[in-house]
C-alpha cells in the first residue's frame, strides 16, 4: 500500500489500522509514527476495510464518544494508551 508517497509493510498498516481503530489514540499520534494525516489514514482505511466496516469507523469516529482528536479530547486524558496496557516501545510490543 503506498499512501503519501510511502509504501508500508503489511505489518506496519495492521499497526496504522489497529491505532486507528483504538478510541484513545488520536491522528496526531498516527501521524507522529507514520507520517499519515488524518485525510491519508481515511484513504487508507477506505481501501484497506469493507465498505460497512469503513462506515462504522467514521460513524465511531465522528460520534462524541471517540477521543481521536487531541483537541476534542477532555484534558483529563492525557496518554495513547491505557495504563493497563503493557508497555510500547518504538511501536514494539516489549518482551513478556
Not at 499519515?36 to 460497512?52: A, C, D, F, N, S
Request: aromatic content about 8%.
Amino acid at each position: 500500500m503506498t499512501t503519501h508517497n510511502k509504501e508500508f509493510s503489511p505489518r506496519e498498516l495492521d499497526r496504522i489500522i489497529e491505532m486507528a481503530w483504538e478510541d484513545r489514540t488520536p491522528f496526531e499520534a498516527i501521524h507522529y509514527q507514520f507520517g499519515l494525516p488524518e485525510k491519508e489514514v481515511i484513504v487508507l482505511m477506505r481501501g484497506q476495510l469493507k465498505t460497512t466496516s469503513f462506515k462504522r469507523w467514521r460513524k465511531r469516529v465522528n460520534s462524541g464518544v471517540s477521543q481521536k482528536h487531541l483537541k476534542k479530547r477532555h484534558p483529563d486524558i492525557n496518554r495513547f494508551k491505557c495504563s493497563r496496557q503493557r508497555a510500547i516501545t518504538g511501536n514494539k510490543i516489549s518482551k513478556r
